[in-house]
Protein backbone atom coordinates (compact mmCIF):
# COMPACT_ATOMS: atom_id res chain seq x y z
CA UNK A 1 0.00 0.00 0.00
CA UNK A 2 1.30 3.77 -0.77
CA UNK A 3 0.56 6.33 1.75
CA UNK A 4 -1.15 9.44 -0.14
CA UNK A 5 0.58 12.32 -1.14
CA UNK A 6 -1.96 14.38 -0.03
CA UNK A 7 -1.70 13.57 3.16
CA UNK A 8 1.78 14.70 3.82
CA UNK A 9 2.20 17.90 5.73
CA UNK A 10 4.01 20.53 4.68
CA UNK A 11 8.19 21.05 5.70
CA UNK A 12 6.80 23.91 7.25
CA UNK A 13 4.10 22.32 9.34
CA UNK A 14 6.81 19.59 10.14
CA UNK A 15 9.22 22.05 11.50
CA UNK A 16 6.70 23.87 13.61
CA UNK A 17 5.00 20.80 15.17
CA UNK A 18 8.00 19.00 15.77
CA UNK A 19 11.45 20.09 18.09
CA UNK A 20 14.06 19.29 16.55
CA UNK A 21 14.56 20.11 12.92
CA UNK A 22 16.87 17.86 12.06
CA UNK A 23 14.52 14.78 13.19
CA UNK A 24 11.96 16.89 10.86
CA UNK A 25 14.18 17.05 7.86
CA UNK A 26 15.76 13.23 7.89
CA UNK A 27 11.98 11.52 8.42
CA UNK A 28 9.84 13.86 6.47
CA UNK A 29 6.57 12.16 5.15
CA UNK A 30 9.05 8.94 5.23
CA UNK A 31 5.95 6.72 4.09
CA UNK A 32 5.26 8.69 1.46
CA UNK A 33 7.36 5.60 0.17
CA UNK A 34 5.32 2.91 1.77
CA UNK A 35 7.62 1.26 3.44
CA UNK A 36 6.01 -2.48 4.40
CA UNK A 37 8.48 -2.88 7.49
CA UNK A 38 11.28 -1.58 9.15
CA UNK A 39 13.91 -2.86 7.17
CA UNK A 40 12.31 -0.79 4.44
CA UNK A 41 12.52 2.57 6.58
CA UNK A 42 16.55 1.76 6.87
CA UNK A 43 16.74 1.56 3.36
CA UNK A 44 15.23 4.97 2.85
CA UNK A 45 17.59 6.62 4.99
CA UNK A 46 15.49 6.70 8.38
CA UNK A 47 18.39 5.72 10.72
CA UNK A 48 16.73 6.60 14.28
CA UNK A 49 15.22 4.02 16.70
CA UNK A 50 11.45 5.36 17.21
CA UNK A 51 7.67 4.63 16.46
CA UNK A 52 6.85 4.48 12.59
CA UNK A 53 3.68 3.89 10.39
CA UNK A 54 4.45 0.89 8.21
CA UNK A 55 2.31 -0.38 5.18
CA UNK A 56 2.17 -4.26 5.05
CA UNK A 57 1.24 -5.91 2.23
CA UNK A 58 -2.51 -7.03 2.30
CA UNK A 59 -2.39 -5.40 5.82
CA UNK A 60 -3.94 -1.67 7.02
CA UNK A 61 -1.44 0.59 7.91
CA UNK A 62 -0.09 -0.12 11.53
CA UNK A 63 2.71 1.55 14.02
CA UNK A 64 5.56 -0.43 15.37
CA UNK A 65 8.58 0.22 16.67
CA UNK A 66 12.06 0.27 14.80
CA UNK A 67 15.01 -0.78 16.14
CA UNK A 68 17.20 1.12 13.91
CA UNK A 69 20.67 0.32 16.40
CA UNK A 70 20.90 -3.27 16.79
CA UNK A 71 22.68 -5.70 14.69
CA UNK A 72 22.17 -3.73 11.46
CA UNK A 73 18.56 -2.38 12.24
CA UNK A 74 15.66 -2.40 10.78
CA UNK A 75 14.13 -4.29 13.13
CA UNK A 76 10.15 -4.45 14.34
CA UNK A 77 9.96 -5.04 18.06
CA UNK A 78 6.75 -7.21 18.54
CA UNK A 79 7.55 -7.62 22.94
CA UNK A 80 8.73 -5.22 25.26
CA UNK A 81 8.94 -6.11 29.21
CA UNK A 82 11.04 -3.38 31.57
CA UNK A 83 9.30 -1.83 34.24
CA UNK A 84 5.61 -4.70 34.68
CA UNK A 85 3.85 -1.67 34.42
CA UNK A 86 1.31 -3.87 31.80
CA UNK A 87 0.03 -7.24 32.83
CA UNK A 88 0.39 -9.89 30.24
CA UNK A 89 -1.27 -12.30 32.27
CA UNK A 90 -3.80 -11.84 29.61
CA UNK A 91 -6.43 -13.89 27.14
CA UNK A 92 -6.62 -15.06 23.59
CA UNK A 93 -8.24 -11.86 22.65
CA UNK A 94 -5.76 -9.74 23.91
CA UNK A 95 -2.79 -11.53 22.15
CA UNK A 96 -4.72 -11.81 19.08
CA UNK A 97 -5.13 -7.83 18.54
CA UNK A 98 -2.19 -6.74 20.45
CA UNK A 99 -1.95 -4.56 23.51
CA UNK A 100 0.12 -2.38 26.08
CA UNK A 101 1.64 1.14 25.43
CA UNK A 102 4.02 2.54 23.19
CA UNK A 103 5.77 4.37 26.18
CA UNK A 104 6.37 1.16 28.45
CA UNK A 105 5.69 -2.26 27.32
CA UNK A 106 3.90 -4.41 24.54
CA UNK A 107 2.90 -7.29 22.63
CA UNK A 108 2.05 -6.21 18.95
CA UNK A 109 -0.66 -8.94 18.41
CA UNK A 110 -0.70 -12.98 17.30
CA UNK A 111 -2.59 -11.98 13.88
CA UNK A 112 0.47 -8.94 13.11
CA UNK A 113 3.22 -12.11 13.88
CA UNK A 114 0.70 -14.07 11.39
CA UNK A 115 0.50 -11.88 8.46
CA UNK A 116 4.16 -10.46 8.65
CA UNK A 117 5.92 -13.76 8.36
CA UNK A 118 3.33 -15.43 5.87
CA UNK A 119 5.62 -14.70 3.41
CA UNK A 120 9.64 -14.27 2.85
CA UNK A 121 11.63 -15.51 5.34
CA UNK A 122 12.29 -13.35 8.60
CA UNK A 123 14.88 -13.79 11.45
CA UNK A 124 14.27 -13.53 14.97
CA UNK A 125 16.25 -11.89 18.07
CA UNK A 126 15.70 -11.95 21.83
CA UNK A 127 17.29 -9.52 23.83
CA UNK A 128 17.41 -9.74 27.46
CA UNK A 129 19.35 -7.63 30.78
CA UNK A 130 19.31 -8.62 34.02
CA UNK A 131 19.03 -7.13 37.19
CA UNK A 132 22.87 -6.27 37.23
CA UNK A 133 22.54 -4.64 33.65
CA UNK A 134 24.28 -7.18 31.83
CA UNK A 135 22.96 -7.68 28.15
CA UNK A 136 22.55 -11.26 26.61
CA UNK A 137 21.10 -12.11 23.10
CA UNK A 138 20.05 -14.79 20.98
CA UNK A 139 19.62 -14.68 16.92
CA UNK A 140 17.21 -17.19 15.37
CA UNK A 141 17.28 -17.97 11.03
CA UNK A 142 14.01 -17.91 10.90
CA UNK A 143 10.60 -17.72 12.59
CA UNK A 144 7.17 -17.90 11.43
CA UNK A 145 3.80 -17.50 13.34
CA UNK A 146 1.06 -19.48 11.61
CA UNK A 147 -2.63 -18.05 11.63
CA UNK A 148 -5.29 -18.27 14.27
CA UNK A 149 -6.76 -21.31 12.58
CA UNK A 150 -3.34 -23.16 13.52
CA UNK A 151 -3.20 -22.10 16.97
CA UNK A 152 -0.63 -19.49 15.83
CA UNK A 153 1.90 -22.13 15.46
CA UNK A 154 5.08 -21.50 16.07
CA UNK A 155 7.80 -22.46 13.64
CA UNK A 156 11.91 -21.26 14.41
CA UNK A 157 14.65 -22.22 12.50
CA UNK A 158 17.93 -22.41 14.34
CA UNK A 159 19.77 -20.28 16.58
CA UNK A 160 22.76 -19.14 14.64
CA UNK A 161 24.36 -16.70 17.43
CA UNK A 162 24.39 -14.91 20.47
CA UNK A 163 25.59 -15.35 23.91
CA UNK A 164 22.31 -16.30 25.64
CA UNK A 165 21.96 -20.04 24.38
CA UNK A 166 19.23 -21.56 22.83
CA UNK A 167 16.10 -21.24 24.87
CA UNK A 168 13.32 -21.08 21.61
CA UNK A 169 13.76 -24.46 20.22
CA UNK A 170 12.10 -26.05 22.52
CA UNK A 171 8.90 -24.31 21.30
CA UNK A 172 8.82 -25.32 17.88
CA UNK A 173 5.75 -26.06 16.38
CA UNK A 174 4.02 -25.40 19.90
CA UNK A 175 0.76 -23.80 19.41
CA UNK A 176 0.08 -20.74 21.72
CA UNK A 177 -1.41 -20.77 24.75
CA UNK A 178 -3.19 -18.16 27.06
CA UNK A 179 -4.93 -18.65 30.34
CA UNK A 180 -8.36 -19.09 28.95
CA UNK A 181 -6.75 -21.36 25.66
CA UNK A 182 -5.07 -24.12 26.85
CA UNK A 183 -2.63 -25.36 24.15
CA UNK A 184 0.21 -27.24 25.95
CA UNK A 185 1.15 -30.86 25.88
CA UNK A 186 1.02 -30.69 29.80
CA UNK A 187 -1.49 -32.03 32.04
CA UNK A 188 -1.89 -28.84 33.65
CA UNK A 189 -2.33 -26.09 32.68
CA UNK A 190 0.77 -24.15 31.13
CA UNK A 191 -0.68 -20.57 31.58
CA UNK A 192 -1.73 -20.78 34.62
CA UNK A 193 1.64 -21.67 36.82
CA UNK A 194 3.68 -19.98 34.76
CA UNK A 195 1.42 -16.71 34.75
CA UNK A 196 1.72 -16.07 30.78
CA UNK A 197 0.69 -16.65 27.48
CA UNK A 198 3.63 -18.31 25.44
CA UNK A 199 3.94 -20.99 22.99
CA UNK A 200 3.94 -23.66 25.84
CA UNK A 201 4.96 -27.40 25.63
CA UNK A 202 5.47 -29.39 28.90
CA UNK A 203 5.46 -26.36 29.80
CA UNK A 204 8.85 -23.97 28.55
CA UNK A 205 12.36 -23.26 28.32
CA UNK A 206 11.46 -19.28 27.81
CA UNK A 207 8.61 -17.61 29.52
CA UNK A 208 9.06 -14.16 28.49
CA UNK A 209 5.60 -12.97 28.97
CA UNK A 210 5.59 -14.32 32.29
CA UNK A 211 4.99 -12.44 35.73
CA UNK A 212 7.40 -9.52 36.07
CA UNK A 213 9.53 -9.28 39.04
CA UNK A 214 10.25 -5.85 40.20
CA UNK A 215 14.07 -7.28 41.70
CA UNK A 216 15.98 -10.28 40.95
CA UNK A 217 13.99 -13.36 41.63
CA UNK A 218 13.96 -17.31 41.04
CA UNK A 219 10.42 -18.00 40.65
CA UNK A 220 8.93 -20.25 37.51
CA UNK A 221 6.10 -17.97 36.91
CA UNK A 222 9.16 -15.20 36.37
CA UNK A 223 10.58 -13.72 32.57
CA UNK A 224 12.87 -16.81 32.07
CA UNK A 225 15.32 -17.84 29.69
CA UNK A 226 16.50 -20.66 31.32
CA UNK A 227 19.96 -21.54 29.40
CA UNK A 228 20.92 -18.43 31.25
CA UNK A 229 19.70 -19.37 34.64
CA UNK A 230 17.30 -21.63 36.08
CA UNK A 231 14.34 -19.60 36.64
CA UNK A 232 16.01 -16.03 36.60
CA UNK A 233 13.74 -13.38 36.28
CA UNK A 234 15.10 -10.85 33.64
CA UNK A 235 14.29 -7.03 34.34
CA UNK A 236 14.31 -6.32 30.43
CA UNK A 237 13.17 -8.27 27.41
CA UNK A 238 12.55 -7.53 23.66
CA UNK A 239 11.79 -9.49 20.83
CA UNK A 240 12.35 -8.73 17.36
CA UNK A 241 11.85 -9.49 13.74
CA UNK A 242 13.21 -8.52 10.52
CA UNK A 243 13.05 -9.62 6.71
CA UNK A 244 16.14 -11.68 5.34
Known amino acids: MKANMGSCPSVINCLISLVSATWCLTFYCSTVLGARNCKELLHQGVVMSGW ?39 GWDSYKRGFGSRLTEFWLGNDNLSNFTSSGTWEMRVDLRD ?78 NGFYHLAQNYNIDSICWLSLGSYYSFKFTEMKMRPV
Open 52 to 90: YTIYPDGMAPLQVLCDMDTDGGGWIVFQRRYDGSVDFYL
Open 131 to 208: FDNIQHYAKYSSFRVLPESDSYTLIIGPYVAGDAGDSMSYSNYSKFTTKDRDNDMYEGKCADIDRGAWWYKICYNANL
